[in-house]
């Protein structure tokens, strides 16, 4: 019998010394990771342009965008980004409507401008809202000349180019300054 109760002692003090070492480890030797919680995690917002863009098709330098999340207020006064976009019309839907997020509990986004654009096999969506039509232009290119033309006389189809400009100081809701869509004549 005290044979069995030294080998169980034996097997206590390994386990507490292998519980030991994973504790040192766990608290001590591994890297620290970044536990901060990020605000949009607590308050999501709208993505008005809402893309499934694999990592490869990023347009965006993410090292600069990450960069930028250090500007502040006070110091930084303005950032405008201006966004140069051709393609083809492959979706353009010019009346209210709903985009509603897989996210449960989020709220949908009422749009009144659906615009799907195409080009090299890309496919990029926009919406705009109600009050964002106020600063969206539309013209044609012809012959040189630029003309102003209704928003309604772009088709499914049509070659155009996207001037857009927006305040990154601004929440993403409120960020348009102005879109100008050219119709570029074949």
């Not at 019998?1 to 010394?17: E, P």
């Not at 409507?97 to 096999?121: C, R, V």
């Amino acid at each position: 019998m005290i044979n069995s109760s030294k080998i169980l002692k034996i097997i206590f003090f390994v386990l507490l010394i292998i519980t030991a070492a994973e504790l040192f480890y766990f608290f001590f030797y591994q890297p620290r990771q970044n536990l901060s919680i990020n605000n949009n995690m607590l308050f999501p917002t709208v993505t008005l342009t809402p893309v499934q863009v694999d990592e490869v098709d990023k347009i965006l330098d993410q090292k600069t965008i990450k960069a930028m999340e250090g500007f502040r207020k006070g110091v930084t006064t303005k950032a405008i980004l201006t966004l140069e976009r051709e393609g083809f019309v492959k979706d353009i839907v010019l009346k209210h409507g709903f985009l509603k997020f897989d996210k449960p509990g989020s709220t949908p986004f009422e749009y009144a401008l659906k615009l799907s654009i195409e080009n090299n096999g890309a496919v990029e969506t926009f919406y705009y809202s109600g009050e964002e039509l106020n600063s969206i232009s539309a013209s044609v290119q012809e012959g040189g000349q630029t003309n102003p033309i209704d928003l309604n006389t772009i088709k499914i189809g049509d070659k155009v180019t996207l001037q857009e400009t927006q305040d990154l100081t601004k929440d993403v809701n409120n960020s348009l300054q102005k879109l100008i869509i050219t119709k570029l004549s074949e």
